[in-house]
């Protein structure tokens, strides 16, 4: 099974008045690594394709301060449903897990109604995961 992993910038505007990420960036942390993940692992612009996330739930485990310089997601995804794709992630500094997630992204129609994972991607999670 390959984990897919990228890494993301710490930027000034992501720090708050506690001079750490602020939980709000985390999801966006999140959402730059969904992007990356399915530019490089599904050849395709995230923004072209037909999903929407239909939860997150993010558990923090340390603050991380713009020192840090960057973070990095690592995703996996543990299965597939007909039309969902769970995915789970570690995001991690120097010094370690700093917060674990999980989402799900579904494939819809143009009505919004849920659809089949086409199986072109399909195919490829199943491949770079090993499913």
Same mark, same amino acid.
């Given at each position: 099974?390959?984990?897919? @992993?990228?890494?993301?910038?710490?930027?000034?505007?992501?720090?708050?008045?506690? *001079? &750490?990420?602020?939980?709000? %960036?985390?999801?966006?942390?999140? /959402?730059?690594?969904?992007?990356?993940?399915?530019?490089?692992?599904?050849? !395709? #612009?995230? =923004?072209?394709?037909?999903?929407? $996330?239909a939860s997150v =739930?993010?558990?923090?485990?340390?603050? %991380? /301060? $713009?020192?840090?310089?960057?973070? @990095?997601?690592?995703?996996?995804?543990? /299965?597939? *449903?007909?039309? =969902? +794709?769970?995915?789970?992630?570690?995001?991690? @500094?120097?010094d370690g897990a +700093?917060?674990?997630? /999980?989402?799900?992204?579904?494939?819809? #129609? #143009?009505? *919004? =109604?849920?659809?089949?994972?086409?199986?072109?991607?399909?195919? !490829?999670?199943?491949?770079? &995961? *090993?499913?």
């Amino acid at each position: 099974m390959s984990t897919y @992993t990228t890494e993301i910038p710490v930027r000034f505007r992501d720090i708050d008045a506690m *001079g &750490h990420v602020n939980n709000a %960036v985390y999801a966006t942390y999140l /959402e730059q690594a969904r992007t990356d993940y399915f530019r490089d692992v599904l050849e !395709a #612009d995230l =923004s072209t394709v037909a999903t929407v $996330l239909a939860s997150v =739930s993010i558990q923090f485990r340390r603050p %991380v /301060e $713009l020192a840090d310089g960057a973070v @990095t997601v690592e995703i996996d995804v543990p /299965e597939l *449903g007909r039309s =969902s +794709v769970p995915m789970t992630y570690e995001i991690r @500094t120097g010094d370690g897990a +700093v917060a674990e997630a /999980e989402s799900v992204q579904v494939a819809v #129609d #143009d009505d *919004g =109604s849920s659809r089949p994972i086409p199986d072109e991607y399909r195919e !490829a999670i199943e491949t770079y &995961h *090993g499913l």
